[in-house]
T-cell receptor, first 112, second 114 residues
Framework: GESVGLHLPTLSVQEGDNSIINCAYS??????FIWYKQESGKGPQFIID?????DKRQGQRVTVLLNKTVKHLSLQIAATQPGDSAVYFC???????????FGSGTRLQVQP | SAVISQKPSRDICQRGTSLTIQCQVD?????MFWYRQQPGQSLTLIAT?????????ESGFVIDKFPISRPNLTFSTLTVSNMSPEDSSIYLC???????????FGPGTRLLVL
């Protein structure tokens, strides 16, 4: 899993490159997963989601991969742009709870 | 997705005082939630705001410290009571999308307690 606390892991990429942000989740009962983007001074913004009966889902420039065997989730961003610079959080929904548990977050920095 | 607003957007408060944060949604929603995001950290669920009944609190959060109201399907308030500097955080409300489990977040309330 990713470290917690004040020092978020940071991924630095060049504009135009592809980015991969990873997330480990702990509860095998989780059946719904969401990726959020949070820009400075704003609330989290929904990017893409995936259910546990799928292992891949694609959106516009983004792809989410789910590996239930190792409880791992990833977000791939194609052709990363400066506007993609933000903190990215994965979140999981545990069956029956209807309330999200968030991962610790990754800061994405896109260099022009 | 629903449009969610929060008031105030930010505030600076003295320790020992209380602040009530409002969350307004532009459509009726069944599920509303309150989260806390401490500086540089991830989001932690405080409670689920239930319409017509008491809120459901997560472990580590109690009603005396974080009383919540949910008078109807478009509005909720969270009060941070008897504040201390450790309560300095971003407080966020979220709603569950109609017919989905996806949660959409408000812009947050940035609270600094001196």
């Amino acid at each position: 899993g990713e470290s917690v606390g004040l020092h978020l892991p940071t991924l630095s990429v060049q504009e135009g490159d592809n980015s991969i942000i990873n997330c480990a989740y702990s509860n095998s009962a989780s059946d719904y997963f969401i990726w959020y983007k949070q820009e400075s001074g704003k609330g989290p913004q929904f990017i893409i989601d995936i259910r546990s009966n799928m292992d891949k889902r694609q959106g516009q420039r983004v792809t989410v991969l789910l590996n239930k065997t190792v409880k791992h989730l990833s977000l791939q961003i194609a052709a990363t742009q400066p506007g993609d610079s933000a903190v990215y959080f994965c979140a999981e929904n545990i069956t029956g709870r209807r309330a999200l548990t968030f991962g610790s977050g990754t800061r994405l920095q896109v260099q022009p | 997705s629903a449009v969610i607003s929060q008031k105030p957007s930010r505030d600076i408060c003295q320790r020992g005082t209380s602040l009530t944060i409002q969350c307004q949604v532009d459509s009726q929603v069944t599920m509303m939630f309150w989260y806390r995001q401490q500086p540089g950290q991830s989001l932690t669920l405080i409670a689920t705001a239930n319409q017509g009944s008491e809120a459901t609190y997560e472990s580590g959060f109690v009603i005396d410290k974080f009383p919540i109201s949910r008078p109807n399907l478009t509005f909720s308030t969270l009060t941070v009571s008897n504040m201390s500097p450790e309560d300095s955080s971003i407080y966020l409300c979220s709603v569950e999308g109609q017919g989905t489990e996806t949660q959409y977040f408000g812009p947050g309330t940035r609270l600094l307690v001196l």
